[in-house]
């Protein structure tokens, strides 16, 4: 079983920073590629961003080169830097767990991201 615990949300205003963390909490963190997801009122949840074990990387497009996502694999967590924000990032973001050895995922409660313009 894991939980997620997701942390670092909150209202910024437009062109500011945030920094996510979510905490993995469980076995065989390394066998999970871990990622960030988000979900704006009245629209479909999308990938911001995911990282393997290994560190390779992949973004939404409407994020590239604004947010970065980092794992740091000695505190069995994951980063997801937000640079640049807009309005359009709000959203809940939601910290996810994909344990690719049967394809299982796991999900965080989610963490709130306003930005105001």
């Known amino acids: 079983q894991v939980e997620l615990a997701e942390s670092g949300g909150g209202l910024v205003q437009s062109g500011g920073s945030l920094r996510l963390s979510c905490a993995f909490l469980g076995n065989d963190y390394a066998h999970h590629v871990m990622g960030w997801y988000r979900q704006a009122p009245g629209k479909q949840r999308e990938l911001v961003a995911r990282i393997t074990s290994g560190g390779s990387t992949s973004y939404g497009d409407s994020v590239k080169g604004r947010f970065a996502i980092s794992r740091d694999n000695s505190k069995y967590t994951v980063y997801l830097q937000m640079n640049s924000l807009k309005p359009e990032d709000t959203a809940v973001y939601y910290c996810?767990?994909?344990?690719?050895?049967?394809?299982?995922?796991?999900w965080g409660e989610g963490t709130l991201v306003t930005v105001s313009s």
């Open positions: 996810n767990a994909l344990y690719f050895v049967n394809n299982i995922d796991y």
